[in-house]
């Protein structure tokens, strides 16, 4: 098999048949080519077979990785390309057995999420009606965006994925894309709907900028950018970049939101199965961290304050 064609063969099978998203594709086959040029000292000509690629050769690339100080998120998340490269070779009767089953992931220290407290977060979903450097139609989209971002946690792949047909108001809810393509419904709250429903009456000055109606998809794009196209991520790290400036409320990106919203609903009560299901978790495990961040503040608070928290 050819290994330019078998590369090709999977990332278009992650594609069509996972749906996954353009960049994980981009990221999978930058790792695979990593993987491949580093079998092939440097060469991708100089790379064997996949046939002869076995679990020594896998276990090299790691430490080769680690070695270069290559972080263990970093190294894990190549090692998740391989694993689905090479399953999708044995599947299909490429190679005969599958080598990364016998390669352990690299053990990596768990970091808490970086989240907002909850005064922080209003300052930051409301600043975009208090900061005067804005025009008022792109205030009024930012707004819509940040109190979505909140109240719902979704990624902000999902929202900018969102379309017009996607809101529905009277049952306060979106349903978004998830990653990998699932669908799902998330609830939103009163605040998040009026936002939405201001943006909506406004959203026409800015569909007939300059793309026009008559494109689909950019007809049918709930969030669109000053020039009258689809929003994309980028254009919306900027967005929070702005604002976050404006306020001096230092490193927060768009998944802040996400963090900062499943810490709020868990430090009010919420159920941990409900915040996993909202965040689209598709294990409970990964929705625990957020448990840590929690009793991390709960002991922060009772030695501040508990005359007897320690030795005087």
Do not use: W
Request: glycine letters at 6%.
């Amino acid at each position: 098999m050819d290994l330019k064609q078998a590369r090709r063969m999977f990332l278009e099978a992650l594609r069509t048949e996972r749906h996954r998203a353009e960049n994980t594709l981009l990221a999978y086959g930058r790792d695979l080519d990593q993987f491949f040029c580093y079998l092939g000292d440097g060469n991708l000509s100089n790379c064997p077979p996949v046939t002869e690629m076995g679990v020594q050769e896998i276990r090299g690339f790691v430490a080769y990785l680690m070695e270069q100080r290559v972080s263990a998120r970093s190294v894990n998340r190549k090692l998740s390309a391989l694993r689905g490269f090479f399953e999708y070779l044995f599947q299909h009767g490429m190679i005969a057995a599958d080598p990364t089953q016998a390669v352990d992931s690299v053990k990596q220290i768990k970091r808490l999420p970086v989240f907002l407290d909850e005064e922080r977060a209003n300052r930051l979903v409301e600043s975009p009606s208090t900061n005067p450097a804005r025009e008022e139609v792109l205030q009024i989209r930012d707004a819509a965006m940040f109190e979505v971002l909140y109240a719902s946690g979704m990624r902000v792949s999902s929202l900018v994925g969102l379309n017009v047909e996607d809101y529905f108001p009277a049952e306060r809810s979106f349903q978004i894309r998830a990653k990998g393509g699932r669908q799902q419904t998330v609830p939103v709250g009163e605040p998040a709907c009026e936002a939405v429903d201001r943006y909506l009456a406004r959203r026409p000055e800015l569909l007939g900028k300059q793309h026009g109606d008559e494109d689909p998809a950019v007809r049918h794009a709930l969030f669109l950018n000053r020039s009258g196209g689809r929003i994309t991520a980028r254009g919306v790290q900027l967005r929070v970049r702005r604002y976050v400036l404006f306020l001096g409320l230092g490193k927060v990106t768009p998944h802040t939101f996400r963090h900062s919203c499943a810490t709020h609903l868990l430090d009010h009560g919420a159920d941990l199965r409900f915040v996993q299901e909202l965040l689209g978790h598709a294990s409970l495990s990964t929705t625990q961290i957020y448990t840590h961040v929690t009793l991390s503040r709960i002991q922060e608070v009772y030695r501040n304050n508990h005359p007897r928290s320690e030795e005087k």
